[in-house]
Each structure stands twice: as structure tokens, then as C-alpha cells.
């Protein structure tokens, strides 16, 4: 379809994805690992994450008293193409990772911590942060 708006949307697309490569200054890559979540708010996931203590097990950069070594460092989390040893990086993943981790890796040691599916948008879009 050509019609003007279809036309316009994608010019904005364009723009965007222009100014996103720019911000990067790193080159441009189509698929990032992590991306963005939508729906997802940093701020209320760096809050849940403190609340949930994943700081126990976990070296979290910017939550308060995280320093956990028995789980691998989350410091560069955002930028990992793939999580806990093989599962693709990205927002559903790791969602579904956060709320139940046996369901993707039978036999990890990450327990599952009773998150709703809001609570895990969060934490996704926080843990997207860490680069
Ligand atoms: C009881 C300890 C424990 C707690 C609490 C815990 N985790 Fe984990 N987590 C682990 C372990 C162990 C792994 C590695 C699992 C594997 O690879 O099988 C892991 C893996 C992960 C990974 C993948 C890391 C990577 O480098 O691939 C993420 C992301 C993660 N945890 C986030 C969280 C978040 C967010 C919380 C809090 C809601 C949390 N964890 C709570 C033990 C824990």
C-alpha cells in the first residue's frame, strides 16, 4: 500500500532506526541481542530487582548491596547474545527465563522467584540496562 500515511510511518521508521545506529557509534547491527522491552520500565525493574534480592546470588552493577558470586555477574547482561549457557538473548526469553528458569533449562539452579509477568517486563527492561 502507498497510501501517504503508510508512507510517512515508514519515513519515521527510517529516522529512527538511523538515529538509533547513531547513538550506538559502534556500527549498526540489525538484530541486537537484547533491545528494547516493550512495556518494560528500568526504573521499576532496578526496584523489583532489589526488592527480589537476585543480589544474593547475583554481582548486579547499580543495586545496592548485590554482590552475589555463587550465579554469573549480571554486569554485562544487555549486551550477551545468549543466557544461561545457550538460550537466545532477547525480551521474551528472558522473561520467560526470569518468571520460570526450569521450564527453558531443565536442572539450573536459578530458582524460580514468583514474578508476575509484569515484574519480569521490568527486570527484562532494567537487566537491558547492564551493557
Ligand atoms: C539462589 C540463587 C539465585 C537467585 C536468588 C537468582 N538467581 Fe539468577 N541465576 C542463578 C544461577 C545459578 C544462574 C545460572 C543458571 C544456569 O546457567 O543454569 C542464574 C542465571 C541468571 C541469568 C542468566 C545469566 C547469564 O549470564 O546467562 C539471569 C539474567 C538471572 N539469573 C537473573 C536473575 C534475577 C533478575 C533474579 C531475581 C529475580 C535472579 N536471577 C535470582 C541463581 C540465582
Not at 95 to 101: H, I, N, Y
Request: charged fraction near 15%; hydrophobic fraction near 40%.
Amino acid at each position: 500500500m502507498r497510501t501517504p500515511h503508510s508512507h510517512n510511518f515508514a519515513g519515521k521508521t527510517r529516522v529512527s532506526v538511523l538515529l538509533a545506529c547513531a547513538a550506538l557509534l559502534a556500527g549498526c547491527k540489525k538484530e541486537p541481542a537484547a533491545g528494547p522491552v516493550p512495556g518494560g520500565d528500568a526504573q521499576q525493574g532496578l526496584r523489583l530487582v532489589t526488592q527480589y534480592q537476585c543480589g544474593a546470588c547475583h554481582t548486579i552493577p547499580g543495586v545496592q548491596g548485590a554482590a552475589g558470586e555463587q550465579a554469573p555477574s549480571l554486569a554485562h547482561i544487555g549486551r550477551l547474545s545468549y543466557i544461561a549457557g545457550g538460550i537466545p538473548n532477547h525480551p521474551a526469553n528472558m522473561m520467560q527465563w526470569l518468571r520460570t528458569p526450569h521450564a527453558v533449562k531443565p536442572g539450573t539452579e536459578m530458582p524460580p522467584m514468583g514474578l508476575t509477568e509484569q515484574e519480569a517486563r521490568h527486570m527484562a527492561a532494567f537487566l537491558y540496562t547492564l551493557r
